[in-house]
C-alpha cells in the first residue's frame, strides 16, 4: 500500500508561482509518481509525471512552465510551478503507480486574473 498526501495549494494570481509537495509512504520501492488536475466540468488530466528513474513527462499546456522533481530521501515529489495561467486553475491530485494506482485527495490550486 501507497499513501499520498499533497500541500501547497492556495490562491495566486495570474502570473505567480506555487511549489506542490506530495509526501508518498508506505512501500515506495520503484514507484512512477506524478500530478494530475481537474477543473470543474473537466475531465482528469496529466500534468506532469516522472519515473523511479528520473524520466520525466508533461503535458502540452504546462511544458515550459512546470516542473517535476522528486527527492528520494524524503519520499517525495514536487511540482513547481510559474507563469500560472486562471485556466490552470484546478484540484491537483498527487499519482503514484507501480502495480496499482494510487492517488492523494488533492489539493486545490486558484489562479486569479
Known amino acids: 500500500q501507497v499513501q499520498l498526501v499533497e500541500s501547497g495549494g492556495g490562491l495566486v494570481q495570474a502570473g505567480g508561482s506555487l511549489r506542490l509537495s506530495c509526501v508518498a509512504s508506505?512501500?515506495?520501492?520503484?514507484?512512477?509518481m506524478g500530478w494530475y488536475r481537474q477543473a470543474p466540468g473537466k475531465a482528469r488530466e496529466l500534468v506532469a509525471a516522472?519515473?523511479?528513474?528520473?524520466?520525466?513527462d508533461y503535458g502540452v499546456s504546462v511544458k515550459g512552465r512546470f516542473t517535476i522533481s522528486r527527492d528520494g530521501t524524503k519520499n517525495t515529489v514536487y511540482l513547481q510551478m510559474h507563469s500560472l495561467k486562471p485556466e490552470d486553475t484546478a484540484v491537483y491530485y498527487c499519482?503514484?503507480?507501480?502495480?496499482?494506482?494510487?492517488w492523494g485527495k488533492g489539493t486545490l490550486v486558484t489562479v486569479s486574473s
Open positions: 499519482h503514484a503507480v507501480r502495480d496499482y494506482d494510487y
Open positions: 508506505g512501500t515506495i520501492f520503484r514507484l512512477g
Open positions: 516522472i519515473t523511479s528513474g528520473g524520466t520525466t
